[in-house]
């Protein structure tokens, strides 16, 4: 009775610590997939990513996770492959609520020297907040202020309180339950079943197939590679539903 009571409760604390990082890793990636619509009139109509570029627009760096109390900065560089120096020009179009097409726009022309790398920085806060929950940022790169954009970058940033907990240890607070309670929760479960559990091996395969998933989700959405983010958040899903259908069976 003992070791049944510890593996249920092994199971029940793996469950709920992976549903935390899957909500985590959901709604970071749910809201870069949001930011791929954003992105304003005239640049919509006139993007085009056929048009040769000196420049090369790179590393688009936003936080995953914001309160509504706070700031932060939003940095991308631009870097000249050229052995020639080029003026290139970098707007950014950030969310703000009342401005048309909700966003505000900030576009500078830059001189570059051959090799030259610059790193671009702006800053984001409450006032960039669009339906109380979320800030978008799009990049676009111009070949030259006069030329329409044909490079761009995009993030979405989630907007969550919880009480007076600030984003960064709100992040570091849900990664940690998350990993460390799927560990205490495998570990619990192992510890009961050791010794009499049917396909021990297995399942403690796919504990640790989906602490895996979980840790790699973490890092591509902290890394903003949303296609990345995407395909293991499908991939967590698919392996859900397949133990779903092994527990079902009575493989497991």
């Given at each position: ?147 329409p954009p044909s490079a761009t970058a995009h993030c979405g940033i989630m907007v969550r309180d919880l009480g ?68 293991v958040i499908l991939l967590m899903l698919l392996s859900v539903l397949a133990i779903g259908e092994a527990v ?5």
């Amino acid at each position: 009775m003992k070791n049944k009571l510890l593996k249920i409760t092994g199971i029940v604390i793996f469950c709920l610590s992976f549903l935390i990082g899957a909500v985590f890793n959901g709604l970071a990636f749910w809201s870069d997939l949001e930011g791929m619509s954003f992105w304003g009139y005239p640049e919509s109509n006139s993007f085009d990513s056929n048009i040769e570029t000196d420049a090369r627009l790179k590393n688009l760096v936003c936080p995953v996770l914001l309160t509504s109390a706070e700031s932060a900065t939003v940095r991308v560089k631009v870097s000249n492959p050229q052995d020639f120096p080029i003026n290139p020009s970098i707007q950014a179009s950030i969310s703000k609520p009342g401005e048309p097409d909700n966003l505000m726009r900030d576009k500078q022309t830059l001189a570059l020297a051959p090799g030259e790398t610059r790193e671009i920085k702006w800053q984001v806060g409450k006032e960039n907040i669009l339906f109380n929950r979320i800030i978008f940022v799009r990049v676009f790169l111009y070949q030259s202020a006069n030329y329409p954009p044909s490079a761009t970058a995009h993030c979405g940033i989630m907007v969550r309180d919880l009480g007076n907990i600030q984003s960064a240890q709100l992040s570091i607070l849900a990664i940690s339950i998350s990993l460390i309670g799927m560990l205490i929760g495998g570990f619990t479960w192992w510890w009961a079943a050791r010794e009499k559990a049917k396909n021990l091996n297995r399942t403690v395969g796919m504990f640790s197939w989906l602490i895996l998933l979980t840790a790699i989700s973490i890092i591509t959405n902290l890394l903003g590679w949303m296609l990345a983010a995407g395909l293991v958040i499908l991939l967590m899903l698919l392996s859900v539903l397949a133990i779903g259908e092994a527990v079902m069976l009575n493989r497991i």
